[in-house]
Nanobody, 113 residues
Framework: VQLQASGGGLVQAGGSLRLSCAASGRTFTTYVMGWFRQAPGKEREFVAN????????NYADSVKGRFTISKDNAKNVVYLQMNSLKPEDTAVYYC???????WGKGTQVTVSS
């Protein structure tokens, strides 16, 4: 399974960005897709995930109400809509399948104050 993340960039506090993660290969073997992030000097942390089958979602408390994860099964793409961004959301964002069995390359999100 190959994962390709895109959509990062520089945005002002309060702004929005949408990340995309395109999955290819044996995607039918995966169960759940998620987003993680890693800020400089910090450990990688969970952000959100979604089940391919029924769309059940989970979010970290720090992003609840601001971020929305969604999927397009036909395209094998998972999205992360990020609204009301804060400087503390600055990190490299990674998409992952099955809790980390597969990882994509990260995409940088920078939120300026």
């Amino acid at each position: 399974v190959q994962l390709q993340a895109s959509g990062g960039g520089l945005v002002q506090a309060g702004g929005s960005l949408r990340l995309s993660c395109a999955a290819s290969g044996r995607t039918f073997t995966t169960y759940v897709m998620g987003w993680f992030r890693q800020a400089p000097g910090k450990e990688r942390e969970f952000v959100a995930n979604i089940k391919w089958s029924d769309g059940t979602t989970n979010y970290a408390d720090s992003v609840k109400g601001r971020f929305t994860i969604s999927k397009d099964n036909a395209k094998n793409v998972v999205y992360l809509q990020m609204n009301s961004l804060k400087p503390e959301d600055t990190a490299v964002y990674y998409c992952a399948a099955d809790g980390g069995r597969y990882w994509g390359k990260g995409t940088q999100v920078t939120v300026s104050s």
